[in-house]
């Protein structure tokens, strides 16, 4: 019996290894049909934007004075959930909405590029929604970590939809991350997206982040302890196992969602600002809070906990945020 010759042995060994490769790529994909319940009360609501798609929030408007929006934080298990203390505490007494940000939560999480831009107009579509609703009022803002300069963005961009915004636990104070490059700019490198999109290298490599080992390990990290908030650990597991949960994900890990221009955003901001951040964890870099801190228009809190000290110390976070919007004249500056 004649052997196979080499060309025939090369194209078995290669359609071999295009079918193991599908076979495992359905199997770290056979689990992200995880359910998925609402984060928070009241009602889940979507709009849809030009060159943002479908944008998902939660509403709870019954409350009286001027609305609050909360805007959660990136990283490869994103959602709502994050802002969930500071949802239940002021939707007692004022009108409260949360959105998932593109490629999160309940929004659209189609295979496309996650910049700074996409979320800063994510956020204009939500904010336009809330003051239409409330007879134009202005509205109160607050992001978490690497979300508080999406937020700046926004703010400059159109200053008359916020009263005030507030940052927790804000990049772009540190060494590593201080933003003051070229403007509206990214740090993505497009040659790690594309290997990110691959069909194996990026399932694994997503499959492994989005593990509950991998969940808690980071969660540890940003808490500075190893007690962390449960629930919070289990909505992020479930949201990370969604269809299209990689996408956001893989354009964070190349650095597409991280701006040139974040502290330079700040610097640049005239409204009211709030900030607070942790002392613990591995986000305690603020080494360039003291350049904000003396300005009239800010004021900086720090509290003895980690990166999300909403789930720590909410009373604490909520009276100095409340102590802020009590000492703001109707006449501070605006912009």
């Not at 049909?33 to 889940?44: C, I, K, Q």
């Not at 959930?81 to 009108?95: A, D, G, Q």
């Not at 955003?265 to 809070?289: I, S």
Request: proline fraction near 8%; aromatic fraction near 8%.
């Amino acid at each position: 019996m004649s052997s196979p010759d080499r060309p025939s042995v090369r194209k078995a060994l290669a359609l071999a290894a295009t079918l193991g490769t599908l076979a495992m790529t359905r199997a770290l994909m056979r689990d992200r049909h995880v359910p998925l319940p609402t984060a928070l009360p009241g009602r889940r609501e979507t709009l849809s934007a030009p060159q943002v798609g479908t944008v998902a929030y939660y509403a709870s408007p019954e409350g009286s004075g001027r609305p609050i929006l909360l805007i959660h934080s990136i990283n490869a298990a994103a959602s709502a959930y994050e802002t969930r203390p500071l949802y239940l505490h002021y939707r007692e007494n004022r009108p409260v909405y949360a959105l998932d940000l593109p490629g999160f939560g309940f929004s659209d999480r189609s295979r496309r590029r996650y910049t700074p831009r996409l979320m800063a107009d994510a956020i204009h579509a939500v904010a336009a929604e809330i003051r239409a609703r409330h007879g134009g009022e202005t509205i109160d803002a607050i992001a978490l970590s690497l979300s508080c300069s999406y937020l700046a963005k926004a703010c400059l961009a159109r200053p008359a939809d916020y009263a005030t915004i507030g940052l927790i636990s804000p990049t772009g104070f540190d060494g590593r991350l201080s933003g003051e490059g070229p403007p509206d700019g990214h740090r993505g490198r497009e040659i790690l997206r594309d290997v990110l999109d691959r069909p194996l290298i990026g399932p694994l490599l997503f499959s492994g982040l989005a593990s509950k080992v991998s969940i808690r390990f980071f969660l540890e990290k940003t808490f500075g302890a190893t007690k962390i908030d449960e629930g919070l650990l289990d909505y992020a597991y479930a949201t990370a196992h969604q269809p299209g949960a990689e996408h956001a994900p893989y354009c964070f890990i190349a650095g597409h969602l991280f701006p040139t221009d974040s502290t330079l955003l700040y610097d640049r901001l005239k409204l009211p600002v709030w900030m607070v951040h942790g002392q613990r964890g591995d986000f305690v870099d603020y080494r360039l809070a003291p350049r904000f801190a003396e300005r009239p228009n800010w004021r900086i809190d720090s509290l003895p906990t980690g990166a999300l000290p909403q789930f720590e110390r909410l009373r604490a976070v909520t009276d100095c945020y409340d102590g802020f919007l009590a000492s703001i004249r109707p006449s501070s500056p605006r912009g």
